[in-house]
């Protein structure tokens, strides 16, 4: 009995010793993957990164940001022009702020221009019409008290005093029209020249 149990644990004892040899190189060679994984994560981890540098400087810092929307004005008012015409030019801009009198806006004023001209000319016709009128009143005037003077000394016909009497009320009678062709000449001056200031509307 005391041989049969040498015999095996000599048997025994080289079994155990190879293995805890191979344990021992196992773990010396997981010891050595381990710190060989270490240190290629260690070298990718620091490896060094170019940079750029700049000097420092001071100064604001802002923030913009950009937004969409649309304007809403407190009170609005409608400018309707008395005459009807081509804007001209604009006088102000969209959101700004306008006052009592101020000319915002110009039409085409061509039209009343040429209208102003051609009633001063009218004007001046009609004045003119108005001063040979009234010569002429003046001279029937002279002519019908001349054939008076004649009648009534009985050397003037009273056919001569009768014409000159009638052509007196006719030059009369013209010199009235010519006094209303002159006030409708001044009246469509001022409504001309009243025209043209409503192209510059306020």
Same mark, same amino acid.
């Given at each position: *009995?005391?041989?049969?149990?040498?015999?095996?644990?000599?048997?025994?004892?080289?079994?155990?010793?190879?293995?805890?040899?191979?344990?021992?190189?196992?773990?010396?060679?997981?010891?050595?993957?381990?710190?060989?994984?270490?240190?290629?994560?260690?070298?990718?981890?620091?490896?060094?990164?170019?940079?750029?540098?700049?000097?420092?400087?001071?100064?604001?810092?802002?923030?913009?940001?950009?937004?969409?929307?649309?304007?809403?004005?407190?009170?609005?008012?409608?400018?309707?022009?008395?005459?009807?015409?081509?804007?001209?030019?604009?006088?102000?801009?969209?959101?700004?702020?306008?006052?009592?009198?101020?000319?915002?806006?110009?039409?085409?004023?061509? $039209?009343?221009?040429?209208?102003?001209?051609?009633?001063?000319?009218?004007?001046?016709?009609?004045?003119?019409?108005?001063?040979?009128?009234?010569?002429?009143?003046?001279?029937?005037?002279?002519?019908?008290?001349?054939?008076?003077?004649?009648?009534?000394?009985?050397?003037?016909? $009273?056919?001569?005093?009768?014409?000159?009497?009638?052509?007196?009320?006719?030059?009369?009678?013209?010199?009235?029209?010519?006094?209303?062709? *002159?006030?409708?000449?001044?009246?469509?001056? $001022?409504?001309?020249?009243?025209?043209?200031?409503?192209?510059?509307?306020?």
């Amino acid at each position: *009995m005391d041989k049969t149990n040498g015999f095996n644990q000599s048997k025994i004892f080289p079994v155990i010793i190879i293995g805890l040899s191979v344990i021992l190189a196992g773990l010396v060679f997981l010891r050595f993957y381990q710190q060989k994984n270490s240190k290629g994560q260690t070298a990718i981890v620091t490896r060094p990164v170019p940079v750029e540098s700049a000097a420092v400087k001071k100064g604001p810092i802002q923030q913009k940001r950009t937004f969409t929307g649309t304007l809403e004005a407190n009170a609005q008012i409608i400018v309707a022009p008395k005459v009807s015409g081509r804007v001209e030019k604009f006088h102000v801009n969209l959101a700004d702020r306008v006052t009592k009198g101020q000319i915002v806006a110009v039409l085409d004023d061509d $039209e009343y221009i040429q209208a102003v001209v051609q009633a001063k000319a009218d004007l001046a016709v009609a004045d003119a019409n108005l001063k040979q009128a009234e010569a002429l009143l003046i001279i029937s005037k002279r002519e019908l008290a001349r054939t008076k003077k004649l009648r009534d000394r009985k050397i003037g016909s $009273e056919a001569d005093y009768d014409s000159a009497r009638a052509d007196y009320q006719v030059k009369k009678t013209q010199l009235e029209i010519t006094r209303a062709q *002159m006030i409708r000449a001044e009246s469509a001056l $001022e409504t001309t020249r009243i025209r043209l200031s409503y192209t510059q509307r306020v």
